[in-house]
């Protein structure tokens, strides 16, 4: 099992930045694709990148590429999803997941999620 969790959800300001956390704990980080979803209040749970277990360049959603960065440490077992120029559209809770293959953006392909961190955006 691997255990994920999620910090740093909060208020933000229209046109900001924030970061997200996401602390792995269980299984070998290092050997899994981690990935970053959301999920507004009545809307699907959507991709917003991945990046590998070996690093190199990350996967981004059209919706947020240009905005939102993912990176990840695995000395540390953290993957973090750096936001800026937040939009009203971003408030969502935001979710971090793993997989032992390669990147995917369909959620039912994840085998662990976090439990949610809620970002709001407000204009």
């Known amino acids: 099992q691997m255990q994920l969790a999620e910090s740093g959800g909060g208020l933000v300001q229209a046109g900001g930045s924030h970061r997200l956390s996401c602390a792995a704990s269980g299984r070998s980080f290092i050997s899994y694709t981690m990935g970053w979803f959301r999920q507004a209040l009545g809307s699907e749970r959507e991709w917003l990148g991945t990046?590998?277990?070996?690093?190199?360049?990350?996967y981004y959603a059209d919706s947020v590429r240009g905005r939102f960065t993912i990176f990840r440490d695995n000395t540390k077992n953290m993957v973090y999803l750096q936001m800026n120029d937040l939009k009203p559209e971003d408030t969502a809770v935001y979710y971090c997941?793993?997989?032992?293959?390669?990147?995917?953006?369909?959620?039912?392909?994840?085998?662990?999620w976090g439990q949610g961190t809620q970002v709001t955006v407000s204009s």
């Open positions: 990046v590998a277990w070996g690093g190199g360049d990350p």
């Open positions: 997941a793993a997989r032992p293959d390669s990147t995917s953006w369909y959620w039912y392909e994840y085998d662990y």
